[in-house]
């Protein structure tokens, strides 16, 4: 593994061929693929001169490289494989899925599951639910077809349901716990928690409007140029996460108005 | 005695959902399910509108007469207060 040499370049990677070649000549792209894309940032164009290039593989066997890593995964096989490589001192990030995983994803975000006794936050681990969230956004590089059947399947699934019910419900617990040290005094802490609520509050309206990725709120400002909501303006989203009207003298006020916001979102984001 | 300078304001920490555009409230175990006028007039009492502007709410919303539906108007919000889903924010509106 090559070592960072300094701040990268932004890098024109317009053609698909720009992407897969480093990987084809390192033999990470193995002949069983049946899709390859770009996710994350880069996908977005939200990139910068220090973003990684994150890449999903998608084959039908499991991939054995020399210097794999893997990460754990509730799926079967239990785990995906991941290769770093350093080109243009840019570190790229290759995962390998196996095309059952995906399907074990889409099984999990089923009206049945949803409907079910299950907790909706519950029902996807982080991960999985930034993964299958990183296909609507992704950058096609090999299997277009396939990467629109499997956003077709994520369309028709419970999946925006899921994540919106899951942010609304951490909102509400947020809140409540807001309230309660509000009445105990604790101001401090209650602002921590109101301002917990707001983004889990914000987090459902962005999903709501498909606007994934709630497990990376650095990104939330992003998403919610990107969804537009009309109940809350950008501009007035930002003065709350800035916490620009806050006023050290009246904590209560601050905190109060925060969770008038978070129930207005929830009374107006549509649940399935 | 709840008189149209009132102001409802719905309370904190209620639990709400919308639900193919009607919202449902969590009572501790129990789920009030409030449509049409019921949902509007929830969705109304933000803490600045008094009971009179919600009874005008109402009226434009369903092309009724303010007289007519006041009543009613005033009665739910009074129920909805003894739920405690509805609180009593100020006697005189803040403007």
């Known amino acids: 593994m090559s070592e960072r040499t300094g701040i990268a370049v932004p ?3 317009q053609h698909p061929t720009d992407w897969l070649n480093p990987l084809r000549e390192r033999n990470l792209l193995p002949d069983d693929t049946v ?13 910068n001169a220090r973003s990684d290039f994150d890449i999903y593989v998608v084959t039908t066997e499991e991939v054995r490289t020399e210097s ?18 350093f080109e243009n001192d840019r570190r790229w990030e290759i995962t390998y899925w196996l095309e059952r995983q995906f399907d074990q994803m889409l099984a999990k975000i089923s009206w049945e599951k949803y409907t079910g006794e299950v907790f909706a936050g519950e029902i996807l681990t982080p991960r999985e639910e930034t993964s299958l969230a990183r296909l ?29 019910v899951r942010s609304l419900g951490l909102a509400d617990d947020a809140a409540e716990d807001a309230l309660g040290q509000l009445e105990a005094g604790h101001l401090e802490s209650a602002v921590l928690s109101a301002r917990r609520a707001l983004g889990h509050a914000v987090d459902s309206l962005l999903e709501s409007a498909g606007e994934y990725g709630s497990h990376m709120p650095k990104w939330r400002p992003n998403r919610f140029r990107a969804a537009a909501p009309e109940l809350l303006s950008f501009e007035s989203y930002w003065v709350l996460e800035t916490m620009r009207d806050y006023d050290p003298a009246d904590p209560r006020s601050w905190v109060r108005s925060v969770l008038t916001i978070c129930q207005d979102i929830a009374m107006r984001v549509e649940t399935a | ?47 600045r509108n008094r009971v009179a502007d919600i009874v005008d709410i109402v009226a434009a919303a369903y092309d009724a007469d303010p007289a007519e539906v006041s009543v009613d108007v005033r009665e739910f919000l009074d129920d909805l207060a003894g739920r405690g889903v509805v609180e009593w924010a100020v006697e005189e509106p803040f403007r």
């Open chain 1, 136 to 164: 609507v956004h992704c950058r096609p590089l090999l299997g277009s077809e396939w990467i629109e059947a499997k956003c077709e399947l994520l369309n028709r699934s419970a999946f925006r349901s899921i994540v919106v």
């Open chain 2, 1 to 47: 005695m709840n008189t149209g300078h009132r102001v409802p304001r719905r309370v904190l920490g209620v639990r709400v959902r919308r639900v193919s555009g009607d919202l449902v409230i969590g009572i501790d175990t129990d789920a009030l399910e409030l449509t049409d006028v019921a949902r509007l007039i929830y969705e109304s009492a933000d803490g």
């Open chain 1, 68 to 85: 794999y890593s893997a990460a754990l995964m509730s799926l079967d096989p239990p785990r995906v494989r991941n290769e770093v490589f």
């Open chain 1, 35 to 47: 899709a390859a894309f770009v996710v994350g940032s880069v996908a977005r164009g939200w990139e």
């Open chain 1, 11 to 13: 890098t024109e990677m």
